[in-house]
């Protein structure tokens, strides 16, 4: 509903504009008093304002400037009886919708009234719009891993359930990428996602961003506040590192999950929300439960589905794709033609370990696209510790020197292991088409 506030020092003009634009079903607040109006303006939005220029000690233009200032798609209509062309052009230079003249008919104000929420229901559409698809084009997960695909099913399967999820894995391997998956694939996907680490604040930071406070609640809180559980409501919100919240904390958010009520920081009266929550944690967290510092009630409330994200050092066969799509995502956006991975460059990553996972690969070919000034990168571009890493290299077999062909059996089943019998992806490292490696697989009889 359009949240409309009328300002005028005139009691019976004041009257009338608050009867006339409830009985259009609009959501109505009004005052005589432009200081009054200032106060309304900063507790809260309105998408429309609509006030007198002409007041004691604060004007109209006072009004138009404070709202501009705060909400910039508030649209303001100035009401005035002592219409001048200067005051109308002041008016619009300062951003005004409309610029009315007293008398007027208050069909005139319904229609002007109306145009203005035409105006700003466009503008909600695009901004919903343009955020669908900026949260479309986050939802990026790049993955043939057969572990990685089964969790994928799983989270499509349970995203419109409503059930608390649990996202367990180390870090980096893309667990509020799951989460974001999992809000798109619910019924719940035209609502706020929103995201909260929970780890990155102090354990009464956490309660203000989680739950907000009332006016008055604590020093300097001059208005009220909504935290993250309530702008969520009839969305999703995602708890990041959970296993860092304190206890109290931890039977605060578990009252919420019961009864999906809640208490401002200084409030008496309790919101309802209707809130899905996914948590998740790098740590192992039935560990952190036995040492009881994390309660086995929420435990159990958030675990209702468990997701674990396998480190990206178990999906081998991930890294050539992931590989492929930083590099033209970092090329696109560096404005570089940066197109190819030398055959040497991709041996050593695809060897690496990853103790940061899929952030830290991410992070190795952006720094690569950086700094490659041809259109394929070398090994220069690597930082120092990957350059010194090598394949493994067969020089000798119980004690004597191996043959060319026992050596190039050996690599070739070690290859083989590393990929996970990945038959193409090992063809890629060995630098030899896929055929070829079927053959020297039976020559070698290497067959599983």
Not at 47 to 71: H, N, P, Q
Request: proline share 2%; aromatic share 8%.
């Amino acid at each position: 509903m359009t949240k409309i506030l009328v300002v005028d020092d005139e009691k019976i003009t004041l009257k009338n504009l608050e009867h006339v634009l409830k009985k259009e079903n609009y959501d109505v607040v009004a005052t005589e008093s432009g200081l009054e109006a200032l106060k309304l303006i900063e507790e809260q939005p309105f998408d429309i304002v609509l006030t007198d220029i002409k007041m004691e000690k604060i004007d109209g233009f006072e009004i138009l400037r404070k709202c501009k200032s705060l909400y910039p798609d508030t649209e303001v209509i100035m009401i005035t009886g002592y219409a001048t062309v200067e005051n109308a052009v002041e008016a619009m230079r300062e951003g005004a919708f409309y610029y009315i003249s007293k008398p007027f008919k208050l069909e005139i104000i319904r229609k002007i009234i109306k145009e203005a929420d035409e105006k700003i229901n466009l503008k909600k559409e695009v901004k919903h719009l343009r955020e669908q698809l900026d949260f479309h084009e986050k939802i990026n997960i790049i993955t043939q891993n057969s572990k990685m695909l089964k969790l994928l099913e799983i989270a499509r399967q349970i995203a419109p359930t409503d059930c608390s999820v649990l996202i367990t894995g180390e870090s980096g391997t893309g667990k509020e990428l799951f989460a974001r998956y999992i809000h798109l694939n619910s019924l719940r996907k035209n609502r706020s996602f929103l995201a909260v680490n929970c780890g990155a604040f102090t354990e009464e930071l956490l309660s203000n961003e989680l739950f907000g406070h009332e006016k008055g609640a604590f020093t300097g809180a001059t208005t009220f506040k909504k935290g993250l559980i309530e702008i969520a409501s009839s969305g999703t919100l995602f708890l990041d590192e959970i296993t860092e919240m304190s206890l109290t904390m931890q039977a605060k958010l578990l009252r919420v999950i019961q009864e999906k009520e809640f208490f401002r920081l200084g409030g008496t009266i309790p919101v309802h929300v209707d809130v899905r929550f996914i948590a998740a944690t790098n740590k192992d967290i039935r560990d952190e439960v036995k040492k009881g510092k994390f309660r086995e009630d929420l435990y159990y409330r958030l675990n209702v589905v468990n997701l674990e994200i396998p480190p990206l050092r178990e999906r081998q066969d991930d890294i050539p794709l992931l590989v492929a799509y930083f590099l033209k995502k970092y090329s696109y956006l560096m404005k570089k033609n940066v197109t190819k991975i030398s055959e040497e460059v991709l041996n050593i990553l695809l060897n690496y370990k990853y103790p940061g996972n899929v952030r830290e690969l991410e992070n190795l070919i952006e720094r690569a696209v950086v700094l490659c000034s041809s259109s394929q990168i070398a090994i220069e571009h690597l930082p120092d510790d990957l350059k010194e890493l090598k394949i493994k290299v067969f020089t000798k077999k119980e004690g004597k020197f191996m043959t060319l062909e026992e050596v190039e059996r050996e690599y070739i089943k070690w290859v083989l292991k590393e990929v996970y019998n990945n038959k193409t992806l090992a063809a890629q490292i060995l630098g030899i088409d896929r055929v070829s490696l079927w053959r020297k697989i039976k020559n070698y009889r290497l067959e599983n």
